[in-house]
C-alpha cells in the first residue's frame, strides 16, 4: 500500500524547459549585470554607486524622473479615466474610428510624440507661430519639465482608458441601477460607484504607466532641454558619443530596477486592500446622452483623443512635404519616401519577420505558462510565474544592456542577430500576455479537458484539442495589441539592433537621431498604415470586436 | 465488457486535510451503483479517484483483477459525464461525440456508423450539426452521455449529471438515463446529492457523510431498514423521537411519550434489555386513534396534497413531527385540534442513543468490514 507519489508528465518537462529558458534568457543576463556593477577589472567594488550617491548630479536625475513620473501619472489618470467611463457608458459618433486611433496613440514610439510636438509647439513650431500671431507674444514653451509631463500625459491616458475599459466590461448593470435606485446617479455616481469597483484596475494602470513614464528616455532627451532624467544617464553611459562608462551604467540599472520593484511592491500593497472579483452578467448598456451633457460628452471624448493623435497627423503629414537637404520646405513632394525606398523593403521584412516569430513565441510561451500557473500549481511553476513578472518592472533599455552583456561574449555570442531581438520582445511583451490568458484560463472549466482525457487524449493533446480552442478567442484579442506592441518596441531593440536587423520603428528613430525628419515621418507614416491595416484583419476575424490589454 | 470496481481502503488528503480517511466499497458488474451524500462529503473526491483525476494517498483501486491507482486517466477506458456537460464548445454535436472514436484512430467508416448510432440512440441526430451553445441543457447532456457511451467504455461515471436542468427535465433525464444504462448494461458510478434521484435510479446506492461510507443497499432496503441515525434522516422523510426500551416477561416494549406503549417483535437478540432509544418513525408510519390511545398531539397545520393530507403536529412533548394519512373525503383535521397517534411498530426504526446503529432485525449494509 504505497502512497502514489505525485506523477512526472509532460507538463513538468514543459516547466523545466520553461524554467530553463527565463534562467538562460533573464536571470543570468540579469546576474551578469549585477557582477558588472560590482566589478572592476576582476576585483569587488562599490565605487560606481558610491559614485551615484556622492554626486549631487544623480540624485537631481531621480528626483526629476520622480517629479516627472509622478505628474505624468495623475495627469494620464485625470484623462482617461473619464474618457473610459464615457466611452463605456454612452453612445459615441465613430465608435469604432476611435477606438482604432486610441491603440495607435499608445502605440506609437515614445519619441514620436515628443518629436511632432516640438515641431508644433517649439520655438519655431506651427501651433506656436499661430498663438504668437493670435495674442501678441510667445506662449509659455514647451521645453523642460512641462513639456515632458505634457507628452508623457498625451501618450500614456489611451492605456488608462483601455484597462479601465477592460474593469468598466465586467461591472454589472444592475450595480449601476441599484445604485441610482438609491439616489446616487451622475457625477455622484462616478466617485462614488464606478471608481471604487475599477479601482484595482485603476491602480494596476497607474503602476503601468508610471513604469513606462519612468523607463522613457527618448521624450526627455528631445523635448527636456537640460532637465535630465534617470534613464538617459543609463542611455549615456552606455552608448553614448564620450566618456561611457559600462560598469556605471550597469550600476545605475540596478539602481533602477531597486526603484520599480519598490514602487511595484508599494503598488502590490495598495491594490491587495481592493482585492474583490466582479463578472457581469448583464454588462453595462450604453445609454444616449442627450442635449448639452450630450454634447459636452462628445466633444470630450473625440477632444482628448484627437490631441493625443494630433502629433501622428502632424508626422504622417510632414512625411509628404517637399524637402531640401534635411529640411522641409513650400510644397509637396515625395522625396521623403523615395530617399527611403532602398531601405524600406529590408526595414518591413524585418519587423515582421522579427514581430510574427516573436508574437509566436509570445502567444505559446504565455499560454502554457498561463496554464501552468491555474492548473498545475508547485513550487516550481510559482517560481517560473515570479520569474515571468520580473520583466514588468525592468525598464526596457535595462533589459537590452543586460542582454548586451551576457550575450556578446563567449561561450554564447548573441548580439547582432535577430534571435536576441526577439528574446527581447518574448520577455517584455510575454507578463502582459500571462495575466490575460490566465484570466481567460479561470473561465474555462478544467472537466473540459478532463472529458478529453477520459475519450482517450493524452495531457498534451487535451490541452491542444480542448482547452487552447476555447481560450483562442480570448488569446487573440490580446495578441493584436501584442503585436501592435512588438512592431513598435523601441526601448530594447534601439540597443540590440544592427544594421541587418532594423525595424521600421527603428529606422524611425535612426533618422531621428540623424536629423532627417522627412524619411523619419515617411518610416513613421507607414508603420502607422501597416498598424492599421493588421488591426483592420484582426477585427475582421475576431469575433469580438474590442481590443482587450 | 463491464468491469466490476473495488476499492480498498482508500485515502484522500488536501495537503494535511483528510477528506476520505478509509473508504473501501464493492461495485458490482453491470450495476448502476449511486454514491448519495450531502454536499462536501467527497462524493466527486471519489469519483475522480476513480476516473484518474485525483491523486490517491492510500489503499487500492481495482477495475476487476487490475490495480488501477497508477494507470493513466486516459488508459482506463472510462466514460465520464459532467455536472457542467464539459461539451467542447468549438466542435460540432457530430465531433463532439466523434472525438473519442477520433482518438482511437478508428477507421472514418466506423466512426460515423457508431457516431450517427449514439447519436440516434440519444435522440440528437437531427442536431448533428449544429454547435453546442445553440443547445438546451438537456440536450447537451444528451451529447455528453453520447460522446461518454460511444467509446464503449468499461465504466461510465456521472457527476451530477442533472443538477443543472430544471425540475422537470430533470425527471425525465432521468428516467433515460436508467433506460440508456439498463440497455448497454454498463457498470455505472453516479454523483448525486438528491436522495429522491438516488432512489429513481439505483440499483444500490451508498449513502456517504464526512467522507465515510454510511451503509450501502438497495433504495428499498435504505427506507426500510436504515443502518443509523444519519441514513434514516437523509433519505425520505422522518420523525425523531425519544424513547426507552424495556424488557419484560420475555417481551420487548418500546415505551414511548404520554405512557403509549407497544410491542416490538423485531429487535436483535443481544440488544434486548433496558436502555434509551432514538426512535425514527416515517410520517406514513403514524396513525391516528379516535379512541383516545397514544401520543398526544396538536395539529399546527395541514398540507392538502390530493392523495395524501400532510399533517404538522406538535406533541405534549413538546416534539414537532409530520404526519401523512391518506386525504379523507369528509374533511381535514382542524389547526388546534388534539389528536392522539400510534405508531405501525413492525414499520419504525429503533436505534442506540446515540444513533450510530439501528437494533432492529434485516438491516442490510453491504458495506465491506
Ligand atoms: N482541490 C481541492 N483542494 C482542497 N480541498 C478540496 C478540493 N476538492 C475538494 N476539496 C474538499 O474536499 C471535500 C469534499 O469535496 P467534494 O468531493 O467536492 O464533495 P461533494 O462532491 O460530495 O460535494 C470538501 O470539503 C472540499 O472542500
Ligand atoms: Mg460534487
Given at each position: 500500500m504505497s502512497p502514489t507519489k505525485k506523477r512526472f508528465d509532460i507538463w513538468t518537462v514543459i516547466s523545466l524547459a520553461i524554467l530553463g529558458l527565463y534562467g538562460l534568457f533573464l536571470l543570468y543576463p540579469l546576474f551578469r549585470l549585477l557582477l558588472e556593477s560590482i566589478f572592476k577589472n576582476g576585483a569587488f567594488t562599490l565605487e560606481y554607486f558610491t559614485k551615484f550617491f556622492s554626486n549631487p548630479y544623480y540624485g537631481t536625475t531621480l528626483v526629476h524622473s520622480f517629479a516627472l513620473s509622478i505628474s505624468a501619472t495623475i495627469f494620464a489618470l485625470i484623462i482617461g479615466v473619464p474618457l473610459a467611463y464615457f466611452y463605456n457608458m454612452y453612445e459615441i459618433k465613430g465608435r469604432a474610428l476611435l477606438q482604432i486611433i486610441i491603440v495607435l496613440c499608445c502605440m506609437s514610439a515614445p519619441f514620436i510624440g515628443a518629436y511632432a510636438w516640438v515641431q508644433l509647439r517649439?520655438?519655431?513650431g506651427v501651433i506656436t507661430r499661430l498663438i504668437e500671431s493670435l495674442i501678441g507674444h510667445k506662449p509659455p514653451s514647451i521645453y523642460g519639465f512641462r513639456g515632458i509631463v505634457t507628452v508623457l500625459s498625451l501618450q500614456l491616458f489611451p492605456l488608462v482608458h483601455m484597462l479601465v475599459s477592460g474593469a468598466l466590461k465586467n461591472v454589472d448593470n444592475s450595480l449601476l441601477e441599484a445604485s441610482e435606485n438609491m439616489g446616487v446617479s451622475g457625477v455622484k455616481r462616478f466617485f462614488k460607484v464606478v471608481i471604487p469597483l475599477c479601482m484595482p484596475t485603476i491602480l494596476a494602470a497607474a503602476l503601468l504607466v508610471f513604469m513606462r513614464a519612468f523607463a522613457d528616455y527618448g521624450t526627455p532627451l528631445l523635448i527636456g532641454q537640460g532637465y535630465q532624467t534617470f534613464p538617459v544617464i543609463i542611455y549615456n553611459e552606455y552608448f553614448g558619443e564620450t566618456g561611457t562608462d559600462h560598469n556605471f551604467a550597469a550600476a545605475v540599472a540596478v539602481i533602477a530596477i531597486v526603484i520599480t520593484a519598490i514602487i511595484f511592491l508599494i503598488q502590490k500593497w495598495a491594490s491587495n486592500r481592493f482585492e474583490f472579483h466582479m463578472n457581469a452578467l448583464h454588462p453595462i448598456e450604453m445609454k444616449k446622452a442627450t442635449g448639452l451633457k450630450n454634447v459636452l460628452i462628445q466633444l470630450y471624448t473625440w477632444g482628448v483623443v484627437l490631441l493625443a493623435f494630433m502629433p501622428q497627423v502632424y508626422v504622417m503629414y510632414c512625411s509628404f512635404r517637399a524637402t531640401s537637404g534635411k529640411i522641409f520646405v513650400k510644397g509637396f513632394a515625395m522625396t521623403s519616401y523615395q530617399k527611403i525606398a532602398r531601405d524600406v523593403p529590408l526595414a518591413v521584412r524585418n519587423t515582421f519577420v522579427i514581430g510574427i516569430i516573436a508574437l509566436a513565441m509570445v502567444v505559446l510561451l504565455a499560454v502554457l505558462i498561463a496554464y501552468l500557473v491555474v492548473r498545475r500549481r508547485s513550487k516550481l511553476n510559482d517560481t517560473i510565474d515570479t520569474a515571468s513578472m520580473i520583466p514588468y518592472i525592468i525598464p526596457g533599455s535595462v533589459v537590452g544592456i543586460a542582454l548586451v552583456i551576457a550575450f556578446n561574449?563567449?561561450?554564447l555570442v548573441l548580439t547582432g542577430t535577430a534571435f536576441i531581438m526577439i528574446v527581447a520582445l518574448c520577455i517584455r511583451r510575454i507578463p502582459y500576455t500571462i495575466r490575460s490568458s490566465v484570466a481567460i484560463l479561470q473561465q474555462i472549466p478544467i472537466t473540459v479537458e478532463e472529458a478529453a482525457i477520459s475519450l482517450g487524449c493524452s495531457k498534451l493533446e487535451a490541452f491542444f484539442k480542448a482547452t487552447l480552442p476555447m481560450m483562442a478567442n480570448g488569446v487573440l484579442s490580446g495578441a493584436i495589441l501584442s503585436w501592435v506592441t512588438i512592431i513598435t518596441e523601441l526601448a530594447t531593440g534601439v540597443i540590440l539592433y544592427n544594421r541587418n536587423t532594423i525595424t521600421l520603428t527603428l529606422s524611425i528613430y535612426t533618422m531621428v537621431s540623424r536629423g532627417s525628419d522627412g524619411p523619419a515621418a515617411a518610416y513613421a507614416t507607414i508603420l502607422n498604415v501597416l498598424t492599421v491595416i493588421s488591426m483592420l484583419i484582426f477585427m475582421k476575424f475576431s469575433k469580438n470586436k474590442d481590443i482587450s490589454f | 465488457m463491464s468491469v466490476k470496481i473495488i476499492v480498498k481502503n482508500a485515502v484522500k488528503k488536501y495537503g494535511d486535510n483528510t477528506v476520505i480517511p478509509n473508504l473501501s466499497v464493492d461495485i458490482k458488474e453491470g450495476e448502476f451503483f449511486t454514491l448519495l451524500g450531502?454536499?462536501?462529503?467527497?462524493k466527486t473526491t471519489l469519483l475522480r479517484m476513480i476516473a484518474g483525476f485525483n491523486s490517491i494517498e492510500g489503499g487500492d483501486i481495482y477495475f476487476n483483477e487490475k490495480r488501477i491507482n497508477d494507470l493513466d486517466p486516459a488508459k482506463r477506458n472510462i466514460g465520464m459525464v459532467f455536472q457542467n456537460y464539459a461539451?467542447?464548445?468549438?466542435?460540432t454535436v457530430r465531433d463532439n461525440v466523434a472525438f473519442g472514436l477520433k482518438q482511437k484512430k478508428m477507421d472514418k467508416k466506423t466512426i460515423a456508423e457508431q457516431t450517427d448510432k449514439f447519436m440516434k440512440l440519444m435522440h440528437i441526430d437531427e442536431y448533428a450539426d449544429r454547435m453546442p451553445e445553440r443547445l438546451s441543457g438537456g440536450q447537451q447532456q444528451r451529447v455528453a452521455l453520447a460522446r461518454a457511451l460511444v467509446i464503449q467504455p468499461d465504466v461510465l461515471l456521472m457527476d451530477e449529471?442533472?443538477?443543472?436542468?430544471d425540475a422537470k427535465l430533470r425527471v425525465e433525464m432521468r428516467t433515460v438515463i436508467k433506460e440508456i444504462q439498463h440497455n448497454v448494461g454498463i457498470t455505472t458510478v453516479y454523483v448525486t446529492h438528491d436522495q429522491e434521484e438516488a432512489m429513481a435510479v439505483s440499483d444500490r446506492i451508498a449513502v456517504m457523510n464526512l467522507g465515510e461510507i454510511q451503509q450501502i443497499g438497495s433504495p428499498k432496503t435504505l427506507y426500510q431498514r436504515p443502518a443509523n441515525l444519519f441514513v434514516s434522516s437523509f433519505i425520505g422523510r422522518t420523525n425523531i423521537m425519544e424513547g426507552r426500551l424495556k424488557v419484560e416477561g420475555g417481551k420487548t416494549i418500546l415505551c414511548l411519550e404520554n405512557g403509549y406503549e407497544t410491542e416490538l417483535t423485531n429487535v436483535r437478540e443481544e440488544c434486548r434489555m433496558d436502555q434509551n432509544v432514538k426512535v425514527s418513525v416515517r410520517p406514513e408510519e403514524f396513525v391516528i386513534n379516535t379512541?383516545?390511545?397514544?401520543i398526544e398531539a396538536t395539529i399546527d397545520d395541514s398540507v392538502f396534497l390530493g392523495l395524501n393530507t400532510h399533517y404538522f403536529v406538535t406533541t405534549k412533548g413538546g416534539v414537532k413531527a409530520e404526519i401523512v394519512q391518506e386525504s379523507l373525503i369528509d374533511s381535514i383535521l382542524p389547526q388546534g385540534m388534539k389528536i392522539h397517534m400510534t405508531v405501525k411498530s413492525e414499520k419504525i426504526n429503533v436505534l442506540t442513543e446515540d444513533g450510530s446503529a439501528n437494533i432492529l432485525t434485516g438491516v442490510l449494509n453491504d458495506k465491506p468490514e
Open positions: 517649439g520655438n519655431n561574449r563567449k561561450p | 450531502p454536499s462536501g462529503c467527497g461539451i467542447f464548445p468549438h466542435l449529471p442533472l443538477s443543472n436542468l379512541e383516545g390511545k397514544g
